[in-house]
């Protein structure tokens, strides 16, 4: 049974970088069968794809974030990682990583991590 | 703005059916592209309730059901519980933006 953990700050000051690694346990991030997913939800608010990413390092992006987000990989880790640049309030969120299957559907979340963005 | 519209509440007693709209276009759902239902409990991860339009992953009671026609898609919940109360989100890809889209989310009370 996957499992995924998000780990990184809480606390992030404006105009700098976030960056979080989701390490997934009980599978292998070297799958075929899935791509690897980051998604937010500001409190309050709907949830919102930011981007995923393939085993080989293939990824894709939300454009309306494109300019500021990095998904990476790293196997050997079983890890994936997101770093979002110059952020804002706006970037306050929970942020989830999922395994996205072909289909398109994030199949299994990760407990989320509360983000916030602030002086 | 979300491309995927869901109505923001529905309610209804226990024992009911309820249904769940997500409303889309001709660059997402009406495109042929899947859509997918999450259920989001108070205070924790979304879960997936719906894969496919229509099939249930292993453990999800055969209570929920989805469908999909033309440019919308529904969710629809019979015998409703207590313990379905939370946020549902429909989630779908669109073509025009190049982007998986989620649905603005329907809040489901138990009277």
């Known amino acids: 049974q996957l499992q995924l953990q998000e780990s990184g700050p809480g606390l992030v000051k404006p105009s700098e970088t976030l960056s979080l690694t989701c390490t997934v346990s009980?599978?292998?991030?070297?799958?075929?069968?899935?791509?690897w997913g980051w998604i937010r939800q500001p409190p309050g608010k709907g949830l919102e794809w930011i981007g995923s990413?393939?085993?080989?390092?293939?990824?894709y992006y939300n454009p309306s974030l494109k300019s500021r987000v990095t998904i990476s990989v790293d196997t050997s880790k079983n890890q994936f990682s997101l770093k979002l640049s110059s952020v804002t309030a706006a970037d306050t969120a929970v942020y989830y990583c999922?395994?996205?299957?072909?289909?398109?559907?994030?199949?299994?979340w990760g407990q989320g991590t509360m983000v916030t963005v602030s002086s | 703005q979300s491309v995927l519209t869901q109505p923001p509440s529905v309610s209804g007693a226990p024992g009911q059916r309820v249904t769940i709209s997500c409303t889309g276009s001709s660059s997402n759902i009406g495109a042929g592209y899947d859509v997918h239902w999450y259920q989001q409990l108070p205070g924790t991860a979304p879960k997936l309730l719906i894969y496919g339009n229509s099939n249930r992953p292993s453990g999800v009671p055969d209570r929920f059901s989805g469908s999909k026609s033309g440019t919308s898609a529904s969710l629809a919940i019979s015998g409703l519980q207590a313990e379905d109360e939370a946020d549902y989100y429909c989630q779908s890809y669109d073509s025009s933006l190049s982007v998986y889209v989620f649905g603005t989310g329907t809040k489901v009370t138990v009277l």
């Open positions: 999922a395994p996205q299957a072909i289909a398109g559907s994030f199949d299994i």
């Open positions: 990413i393939y085993y080989s390092g293939s990824t």
């Open positions: 009980g599978g292998s991030i070297s799958s075929s069968s899935y791509y």
